[in-house]
């Protein structure tokens, strides 16, 4: 809705009203034309400002709508009319113009923003372009270049920049509304041509299709196989090579491929799914918005290894003192080094001062004893956060929240070593802690729901996207990791390459293939941990790991080459080799095609070609398996949690969702059927046996995602 009122006798305030957000759904797209139309009519009203109810612009066309059928008067023709009217429009910019916002407000003669404003055009991160006319409005105003940046980015600017853009007219930190109307009464009458955007040449560039090759170059580089960001580039050139109503033509044309792709879909479903996993739920009943969290002020970090550092860094920057403690001397020195640089190059990113003075640094835990939560970032062992834990039960005020930040270990087990066990939950950081965005809550048995709201409400307050899973060996992330890094390992024993396998996988959109990633990550931290299993350990009798174990396929080619003192990237040699220790740039290593030979000729495997189809369904289907499992057991509470956790924890590609929207896009039944069919070829990894979800959701003729939630509830209740 929009509603419309006379100020001053003669300035028309027309106020969209569509809480939280004033997204342009179909009533507001009403009642803007007619709120417009009745400005224009009535002779009094000689001026015209858009504002949005409760200090908020406008969030951009009405998301959720996109889902079903358009109905409403179009964006478009509404935007032309605004521009075209013979009375001057202003736009009131608070809080946000972002999207259809700020293409509404670019068919307004004049903006006017207030200081804590932000502005952009995020429609690429959901797949789409700024299809109101603002990938063609936007160049004339600012250039080509800037537009670009803003447009594939969908990057949010802050007022002061889009006043040094040329975005707004105007900044103010007054009542923005005030300001706007009356300077909406001093234009009243003036010519208007000059203001209207669509109008205005695109601002030549000294080599035009230099520009847009580059541009369209680095897009593609950074897209992973994203559609958007080539047709934001795309609809910019038409922009700057043709005629406005010609480039108007190529947006909708563009538009049109965008509206109804499958990744314009999945990243919609990202969009709301990150904010579905802020409404948690546990087992109990418990959940988000029955539970209030304990308040924290105080927080304290135990280990100052790479991960605390990230950690201490995240709470200071979020506003929380920390108490930052590490036992041994020279650590201490040197974290609190690395901790103020990194503060410092934050600060500068943000263009904000650094905030120091919040940390205390201290060998000892004393100064712990009046925090409020403490994170315990120790070496992933169990032993030594046993002894943290009881040395926090000891010296901790009552009702401290004890987090344990680790990567699989049991919270049940830690929780059991303290008095309180139900403050203990899990906190699981991706490194580096202070920019990945995800963060999985782990929640035990015993753990409060208090605790679990507190947990969440800190990850939120550290600016991560934090989601609450149960307590199981791995959590949600890493337990499925483990099916998929399987699969790799199984293909390189049949024949495949590491350049092969990741190959596959990086053009299917992940950041990383399985080896690149654990070259990176160190390939001897997964060595150790199996061998703390009894998994990666020589049989006695003929002194090889055996390649069955428990009764399941077991490949120890990984144990094998940190054998070799090849641990990745820190040794200049792991599944590539790199030109010194510590290097970036992996380069094939023929070392690794001897190796894998003679391993296989020891085992008696005959290598065959593998395609890239084998290694994504093998990979990919696996892990799609292990989380059906996940939500079966109730460890991941539904499809979103696991989805947003792949594609912040794990470099999931975006713009397919997560592994369960995959499933879904893909069908339930061809992912059950490859299943069956790579089970058969290989009974002994019992990974590849569709798990009971799965088959039901099969049997039940594959209901879409967002009816999965059902089904489980129908599930449980049967067991
Ligand atoms: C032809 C068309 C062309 C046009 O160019 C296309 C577009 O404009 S595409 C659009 C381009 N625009 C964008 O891409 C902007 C997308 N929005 C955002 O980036 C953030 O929501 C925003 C920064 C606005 C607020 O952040 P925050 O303060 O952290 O708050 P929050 O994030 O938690 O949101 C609160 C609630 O509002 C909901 N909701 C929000 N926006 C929309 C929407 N447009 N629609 C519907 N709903 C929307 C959101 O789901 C949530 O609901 P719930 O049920 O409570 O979970």
Known sequence: MAQFSRVSGSVGLITLQNPPVNAL???????????????????????????????????GADIKSFRGVMTGPPLIPMIHAIEASTKPVVAAIEGIALGG???????????????????????????????????????????????LDLITTGRHVTAAEALQLGIVDHVTDQNTVDVALK????????????????????????????????????????????????????????????????????????????????????????????????????????????VEPLPVQKTAVIGLGTMGRGIVVALTQAGFSVVAVETHEKQLTQAKQAIEEMLIRGAKRRGVTPEHDTITYSHSMEPVANVDLVIEAVFEDMVLKEKVFQQLSAVCKPGTLLCTNTS?????????????????????????????????????????????????????????????????????GNRMLKPYMN????????????????????????????????????????????????LAVPDQRTGQIPRMQKGCRYSPVGDLICEQGRFGQKTGQGWYR?????GRVARPDP???????????????????????????????????????????????????????????????????????????????????????????HPDVPSLQPCNLLRKLVAIGSPPIHKWSQVMKTLRSQL
Request: aromatic share 8%; with cysteine; hydrophobic share 40%.
């Open 591 to 681: 070392w690794m095609q001897t190796f894998l030979n003679q391993y296989r000729a020891t085992h008696g495997l005959v290598p065959r070609r593998i395609d890239p189809k084998e290694v994504l369904e093998r990979c990919l289907y696996a892990l799609i398996n292990e989380g059906f499992q996940t939500l079966e057991e109730g460890i991941a509470a539904a499809p979103e949690d696991i989805d947003v956790i792949y594609v912040f924890g794990y470099s999931w590609p975006q713009h397919r969702g997560g592994p369960m929207f995959y499933a879904d896009m893909v069908g339930l039944e061809k992912i059950m059927d490859r299943l069956e069919h790579y089970h058969q070829a």
């Open 578 to 582: 790199y030109d010194k220790p510590g």
């Open 101 to 147: 916002g700020l293409e509404l407000a670019l068919a307004c003669h004049y903006r006017i923003s207030h200081t804590k404003a932000r502005l952009g055009l995020p429609e690429v991160t959901l797949g789409l372009l700024p299809a109101a006319a603002g990938s063609q409005r936007l160049p004339r105003l600012i250039g080509i270049t800037a537009a």
């Open 487 to 534: 699969q790799a390992f199984f293909l390189l024993e049949e024949g495949a390459s590491p350049e092969l396998v990741d190959q596959a996988l990086e053009e299917f959109g992940f950041i990383m293939g399985p080896f690149r990633m654990s070259d990176l990550s160190g390939i001897d931290v997964g060595w150790r941990i199996r061998k703390e299993e009894g």
């Open 25 to 59: 759904s179909a009533a507001v797209r009403q009642g803007i034309v007619d709120t417009v139309n009745k400005a224009l009519q009535e002779p009094e009203v000689k001026s015209v400002v858009i504002c949005g109810q409760n200090k908020v612009f406008c969030g």
């Open 408 to 476: 699989g270990l049991d919270i049940d087990h830690l929780a059991s070593k303290t008095p309180n066990p139900e403050l203990v939950v899990g906190m699981h950081f991706f490194a580096p802690a202070h920019v990945m965005k995800l963060l999985e809550v782990v929640y035990g048995r015993q753990s409060s729901p208090r605790a679990v709201a507190t947990a969440m409400q800190l990850g939120k307050k550290m600016g991560k996207v934090s989601v609450a899973v149960g307590n199981c060996l791995g959590f949600v």
């Open 183 to 290: 300077f909406a009464s001093s234009v009243a009458g003036k010519p208007l041509d000059a203001r209207r955007i669509s109008l205005y040449p695109c601002p030549p560039s000294d080599d035009t299709d230099a520009l847009f090759e580059e541009a369209m170059q680095r897009v593609r580089r950074s897209a992973r196989g994203a559609i958007a960001p080539v047709a934001c580039v795309q609809a910019v050139r038409a922009a700057a090579t043709l005629p406005y109503a010609q480039g108007l033509e190529r947006e909708k044309e563009l538009m049109a491929t965008l509206f109804t792709s499958g990744q314009a879909r999945a990243l919609q479903y990202s969009f709301f799914a990150q904010r579905a996993v802020g409404r948690w739920s546990m087992p109990s009943g418990a959940q988000w918005d029955t």
